[in-house]
């Protein structure tokens, strides 16, 4: 079984052929997932307070109910 996978690794890494393409993709991979972690982070530090911040705005501008 590890020999059928050693050959499908080498026959997609064979199919690559360039692997600089392969280690940018990694690379925006690993930064999209940085950026994402980051964001989520914000929200959910700073969820509560921007929600009860708009909830006072509007009631301010008398959007609620209408």
């Keep these: 079984m590890s020999a059928l996978l050693v ?3 080498v026959a997609v890494v064979h199919r ?3 692997t600089r393409k392969g280690a940018t993709a ?3 991979g690993l ?3 940085l950026v994402v972690a980051v964001a989520m982070s914000a929200m959910a530090m700073f969820g ?3 929600a009860g911040l708009f909830a ?3 009631t301010i ?3 609620v109910g209408h």
Aim: net charge neutral.
């Design 26 to 28: 990694v690379e925006y």
């Design 7 to 9: 050959r499908a690794y």
């Design 16 to 18: 690559m052929g360039d």
């Design 61 to 63: 501008a008398g959007l």
């Design 56 to 58: 006072k705005l509007s």
């Design 48 to 50: 509560n307070s921007t």
């Design 31 to 33: 930064l999209l997932a």
